[in-house]
């Protein structure tokens, strides 16, 4: 995979660090994901792209153990963990924020932020959070959906930081948010790369995904389809359209 | 002294024997909270743990001259472990099925036990002689307190709150309240759902089996005392709502109170006066008086 021209490539180690390959996964009978593979590197920020029901989330939660039946090889580093189980998974040092965000209403907004477990050691501290998201500290002590659409966001990102997981799989964090707390988002991910963060980043909105993301892969009818580096997503922008649809 | 006609003594009396009640359905309707909860099973052997709790007492006592104190320690904890053994090998399997399966599942599990002890102990009542501390009582002016009957409803509000404090208040009780809210994505943060799932049907029971050592001294033991009391209960947990624990409690201890003052002013209604409410809160409030409201 070329890397040249990426302003992160010195810091990149040359392996991959993550590695999906061959990945199936079904809801029933019905087939969803087809054979698929990519990879990333260690502080990489890539993103999936893909109209609605290209099989985006699905990847997501076929990566995190959270489809009954799914095959395929999911490695990340040497580690095999393709018939992993989610607890496994997260225990290897993968982090989930879900579609939904899936903050818990009956759990208060500390409650949520200290619920994943510590899985390795380099995880931030509960301030550093409260640094990061100043809103989750003022309403420590509501109810988790009692938050803002933004709010909880946050408390959904904010929350797989203290665990020590170094992959982040982020699935459309910006989606229904106003513009500024997207920027806000966006300002976030940089900061998690620069502390070296891998993530694995869905979105449908391509020009935030542009913002903040290394590389893109493109998703379509549950395969990927294409790999766009960063810099060259100007000169994509047609073939890009016609992959998402808008 | 007279309140509405009635004796004072009298009244105060049958709310005792009311709040009495109340204490065994707090704690019964507690426990079947918390498993439907997160398993999503209604536990139909509950009232076959309770009356285990019963007969371990007993048991301890004849053969290992057991006292009530330490019984009420040790056979909950081993209707406890029995009750994660269960889950692991009998329930674990129907996860997956409707839930009328868990229904059916355990209901059979219940009568399974039950036919054991009939076989064993015969049908009919046996006595469990009263700890000696418990013997006399308070003479508190308007009525006499049986020190026995007193201890019940203090245990018991005790049993509920420390339970209740447990699942509100600590980092396992919010473990526990995320699995039972979200479980596959507790499951996907790395916490190990299936143990909570087992840990807590293992409480569960151990509550009514818990119960069922507080009930030893003060009811007759009898292969069939769980099933008479528990139909009651799954009124109360309908009326209170499925799920909510501070609900179960509070509903618990509330009609045990109204079947005994049902009792002054009309003993004829006092058996039925639960089921009554039911109905009425169904009609009501399907989701129970502290269910969430769909
Ligand atoms: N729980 C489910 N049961 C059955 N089919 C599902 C389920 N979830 C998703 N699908 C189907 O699987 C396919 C992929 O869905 P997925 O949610 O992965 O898409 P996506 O790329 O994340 O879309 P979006 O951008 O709308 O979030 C779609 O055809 C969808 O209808
Ligand atoms: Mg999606």
Redesign the interface.
């Known amino acids: 995979m070329p890397i040249s021209g990426c302003p992160m490539a010195d810091r990149l180690s040359q392996n991959p660090h993550f590695q999906v390959t061959d990945l199936e996964a079904w809801y029933g009978e019905s087939h969803v994901l087809h054979r698929v593979s990519f990879d990333i590197r260690e502080g990489e920020v890539v993103t999936l792209l893909g109209r609605n029901g290209a099989g985006k989330s699905t990847t997501l939660k076929s990566i995190?153990?959270?489809i009954k039946r799914r095959q395929g090889s999911v490695r990340l580093r040497e580690k095999e963990l393709g018939r992993a189980?989610?607890?496994a998974?997260?225990?290897a040092g993968i982090?989930?924020c879900?579609e939904d965000r899936?903050i818990?209403?009956?759990?208060t907004v500390e409650?949520n932020l200290?619920?994943?477990?510590v899985?390795a050691s380099g995880g931030m501290s509960v301030a550093e959070i409260h640094t990061l998201f100043p809103n989750l500290a003022e309403r420590r002590r509501s109810q988790g959906t009692r938050l803002s659409g933004g709010e909880q966001q946050m408390l959904a990102i904010g929350r797989?930081l203290r665990?020590g997981a170094r992959l982040l799989l982020l699935d459309e964090p910006t989606e229904g948010l106003a513009p500024v707390i997207v920027q806000q988002i966006g300002a976030t991910i940089r900061q998690l790369k620069e502390r070296g963060y891998t993530v694995l980043l869905v979105e449908q909105n391509f020009h935030f995904a542009a913002s903040v993301a290394d590389r893109h892969y493109v998703m379509d009818h549950g395969q990927v389809v294409d790999m766009i580096p960063g810099p060259e997503i100007a000169d994509n922008m047609a073939k890009l359209s016609t992959y998402l649809g808008v | 002294m007279l309140i509405f006609g009635i004796p004072l003594q009298l009244l105060s009396t049958q709310i005792l024997l009311g709040l009495i009640n109340g204490a065994f359905y707090a704690i019964l309707s507690l426990g079947l909270a918390i498993i439907f909860g997160l398993l999503n099973i209604v536990n139909f052997a509950h009232g076959a743990f309770y009356m285990m709790g019963a007969f371990g007492a007993l048991l301890m006592l004849d053969h290992f001259a057991m006292n009530y104190w330490l019984a009420l320690l040790v056979v909950p904890l081993t209707i406890g472990l029995l009750g994660c053994v269960i889950e692991r090998l009998i329930l674990r399997r129907i996860y997956d099925l409707d839930h009328l399966y868990g229904m059916i599942l355990t209901f059979g599990m219940g009568l399974v036990i039950v036919g054991l002890f009939r076989n064993q102990y015969g049908a009919t009542g046996l006595p469990y002689s009263m700890p000696a501390a418990l013997q006399g009582g308070y003479n508190l002016g308007f009525m006499f307190l049986p020190a026995s009957r007193a201890f019940v409803i203090l245990a018991s509000v005790a049993v509920c709150l420390v339970t209740w404090l447990v699942i509100e208040k600590t980092r396992l009780g919010s473990w526990l309240r995320a699995a039972t809210e979200k479980p596959e994505l507790t499951e996907a943060f790395g916490i190990n759902v299936p143990l909570l799932i087992t840990l807590t049907y293992g409480f569960g029971v151990a509550l009514a089996g818990f119960a069922g050592v507080l009930a030893a001294p003060i009811y007759s033991v009898n292969p069939m005392m769980g099933s008479d009391l528990i139909i009651v209960v799954f009124a109360v947990v309908v009326i209170g709502g499925m799920g909510s624990i501070s609900g179960a409690i509070l509903t618990g201890f509330m009609l045990g109170l109204v079947e005994g003052v049902t009792k002054v002013f009309w003993p004829q209604a006092s058996t039925t006066v639960i089921f009554v409410i039911m109905a009425i809160v169904l009609l009501i409030r399907p989701a129970g008086l502290f269910g969430k409201q769909a």
């Open positions: 995190m153990g959270m189980s989610s607890r998974i997260a225990r982090a989930f879900p899936g818990y209403s009956s759990l409650e200290m619920l994943p477990p899985v797989i665990t």
